[in-house]
């Protein structure tokens, strides 16, 4: 790769330069610190950003969300203590959905193929009933499935399928899960 030729300049930010400097601010003194502000003043903010944000959300400290206004939050989601959410494509995480303490969802990469190093981007979404675990990586174009887990520390490359434990680098399924029969 030749990093002198690399270019950016046709990527959408989704928002002009002010609004994204405002956010810059608003998630410096807001979400990038310990301090223990409430989940609702944060959803708050993050809904005046352009975010499409449910019901009863909780958002931990240390949380850094890049781009706003390409997030879509459902009801009853938790994100934990230092989650990242590289948003630069759309990231969905639909209702009942808790991702874990410094999970890293990632929605951009680069073609090592190519000499630019070309940024390429792709939408991430985690759908109903899911759990992200702690220090998790979910990579672009990643379809978490319905009421499936990612264990700790896995790296997400590929879709996961409804109701299966995923785990690994790279992530595989290791089970299937029946949650009427797991008590």
Known sequence: MDLSIYDNSDFDRGAPRWKEALWALARW?????????????RVALLEMFGAKMGQR????????????????????VWIGE?????????????????????????????DFRRADF????APITVRTGGWVAAMAFIGPDVEIGAGSVVSAGSVVLENVPASVLVQGNPARVVSAIDRETAF
């Open 29 to 41: 003194i807001f979400f990038q610190n310990a301090l223990p502000w409430p989940s609702s003043l």
């Open 57 to 76: 959300v909780i958002i931990r400290a240390n949380v850094n969300i890049s781009f706003p206004w390409r997030l879509h939050v459902g009801d009853h």
């Open 82 to 110: 230092d989650v990242g959410i590289l948003s630069l494509a759309q990231v969905t995480i639909e209702s009942n959905v808790c991702v874990s303490q410094r999970a890293y969802l990632c929605t951009g990469n680069h």
């Open 118 to 121: 070309k940024l390429k981007t």
